[in-house]
């Protein structure tokens, strides 16, 4: 990955070789931690809230779910994904 931002091709890089290197590892830094973000306080609180009122419905379930609050049952939701993802990451490696 280096030797692309080496544009002299001295075998160093110099300042504003990295500075070029750091524009474009903050970008995609920025671009995947918002992701992140995005998934992590939109879309799995979502999903959960969804998924506990499908299954209060359920016999015995159901009055775990009904009992159960809604940031409780979505911080579990949450954590168990966390856990799948990084099981998911260290199995990919």
Same mark, same amino acid.
């Given at each position: ?7 002299? /091709?001295? #075998? $160093? ?5 990295? &500075?070029?290197?750091? *524009?474009?590892? %903050? ?10 973000? /995005?998934? #992590? $306080? ?5 999903? &959960?809230?969804?998924? *506990?009122?499908? %299954? ?38």
């Amino acid at each position: 990955m280096m030797e692309q931002y080496d544009m002299n /091709l001295d #075998g $160093l890089i110099d300042r504003e070789e990295f &500075a070029e290197l750091m *524009k474009k590892l %903050t970008k995609e830094t920025a671009k995947s931690v918002g992701q992140n973000l /995005l998934i #992590g $306080l939109v879309l799995v609180p979502t999903v &959960a809230l969804i998924a *506990k009122r499908a %299954t209060e419905g359920v016999p015995v379930v159901g009055r775990v779910m009904q009992n159960l609050p809604n940031f409780v049952y979505a911080s579990i939701v949450a954590l168990g994904l966390g856990v799948v993802i990084v099981k998911e990451g260290s199995n990919d490696g």
